[in-house]
């Protein structure tokens, strides 16, 4: 099965544990048309190029998962539905997973 990327746009009014339940079932959108998860990362909010609403601001999230292409369509339908997803956008994805970015230890004194 081919893997995909995507990238969506979380509302940014939203509270952490909000935004963590909207990846969760995103993910569940995901297994539910019979694809696997293989990678998550939010990115966290950012300045948008133009007003989405009355939002200026959105809480980037990329998600690496395997399905079947045949289910793209229907995943899209159930997503773009969602009230907390303001954009999304799947592409196929190129190359190794990405490695997680860790935020660097502060020395301690």
Same mark, same amino acid.
């Given at each position: =099965?081919?893997?995909?990327? =995507? $990238?969506?746009?979380v ?10 339940? *909207? ?6 959108? $995901?297994t539910?048309? @019979?694809?696997? %998860? ?5 990115? @966290? /909010?950012? +300045?948008?190029?133009?007003?989405l609403? /009355?939002?200026? #601001?959105? %809480? ?6 395997t399905?079947?292409?045949?289910? %793209?369509?229907?995943?899209? +339908?159930?997503t773009?539905? =969602?009230? #907390?997803? =303001? ?11 990405? *490695?997680? /970015? *860790? ?7």
């Amino acid at each position: =099965m081919p893997q995909y990327e =995507m $990238v969506y746009i979380v509302r940014p009014d939203l509270e952490p544990e909000a935004v963590q339940a *909207v990846v969760a079932r995103v993910g569940q959108r $995901v297994t539910e048309q @019979g694809g696997s %998860i293989d990678f998550v990362e939010v990115w @966290g /909010k950012r +300045r948008l190029a133009s007003s989405l609403g /009355k939002f200026r #601001e959105g %809480i980037y999230v990329l998600t690496r998962f395997t399905i079947d292409s045949t289910h %793209i369509p229907e995943f899209k +339908r159930l997503t773009r539905i =969602m009230d #907390e997803v =303001m954009r999304l956008l799947i592409a196929e994805a190129e190359g190794p997973l990405p *490695v997680p /970015k *860790v935020a660097p230890e502060r020395p301690s004194e």
